[in-house]
T-cell receptor
Framework: DTAVSQTPKYLVTQMGNDKSIKCEQN?????MYWYKQDSKKFLKIMFS???????INETVPNRFSPKSPDKAHLNLHINSLELGDSAVYFC????????????????FGEGSWLTVV | AQSVTQLGSHVSVSEGALVLLRCNYS??????LFWYVQYPNQGLQLLLK??????LVKGINGFEAEFKKSETSFHLTKPSAHMSDAAEYFC????????????FGAGTRLAVHP
């Protein structure tokens, strides 16, 4: 059983299109995240949600809109895709938001490779 | 603000040799520290973590890391490299208190040759 699963794994699309990446975790965690890994392998947090509430938004363009229908799901919708959006997007989850109270291990999905042409 | 520096973007070792991947951190409060591994075209897998308990932390696949506050370091080691260890390794830090938000280093690609 995959703990954090995201689909699709690979996505090739044209500039200007709108696309979504879905993420689900079956760990019973309260907190979910999106991280972006660029072409140089650099990883950076984009968003975090806790019990469906947006907690962290790391100055991501508003073309990126996360949506959390319930605490087990965090989807990422991207409007008007640009070449620079090409990257690997990782969904992740942790038991809670506060590192002291809830433990602090973040579990990552397998990644979604987005290529914008 | 926290940050992580990984010295050496590429490290190459012979099979059976010692693996040493370096990580230095900067944090204004006690940190929690992590090492993740990424195999080609795969996700991130947690190798080990330091959360203010024992300073020598043992992880999966024979890896271990030692937290040295005086040196602000958390280097990853493995006594004997295996071909299957070839991967990208990421050191990361988060605050011991506050929102759980990993700050990653730039990564070190480990190559293992026969």
């Amino acid at each position: 059983d995959t703990a954090v699963s995201q689909t699709p794994k690979y996505l090739v699309t044209q500039m200007g299109n709108d696309k979504s990446i879905k993420c689900e975790q079956n760990l019973g965690h309260d907190t979910m995240y999106w991280y972006k890994q660029d072409s140089k392998k650099f990883l950076k947090i984009m968003f975090s949600y806790n019990n469906k509430e947006l907690i962290i938004n790391e100055t991501v363009p508003n073309r990126f809109s996360p949506k959390s229908p319930d605490k087990a799901h965090l989807n990422l919708h991207i409007n008007s895709l640009e070449l620079g959006d090409s990257a690997v997007y990782f969904c992740a989850s942790s038991q809670g938001l506060d590192t002291r109270l809830y433990g602090n291990t973040i579990y990552f999905g397998e990644g979604s490779w987005l290529t914008v042409v | 603000a926290q940050s992580v520096t990984q010295l050496g973007s590429h490290v190459s070792v012979s099979e059976g040799a010692l693996v040493l991947l370096r990580c230095n951190y900067s944090s204004s409060v006690p940190p929690y520290l992590f090492w993740y591994v990424q195999y080609p075209n795969q996700g991130l897998q947690l190798l080990l973590k330091y959360t203010s308990a024992a300073t020598l932390v043992k992880g999966i696949n024979g890896f271990e890391a030692e937290f040295k506050k005086s040196e602000t370091s958390f280097h990853l080691t493995k006594p004997s490299a295996h071909m299957s260890d070839a991967a990208e390794y990421f050191c990361a830090v988060t605050l011991s208190g506050g929102y759980n938000k990993l700050i990653f280093g730039a990564g070190t690609r480990l190559a293992v040759h026969p």
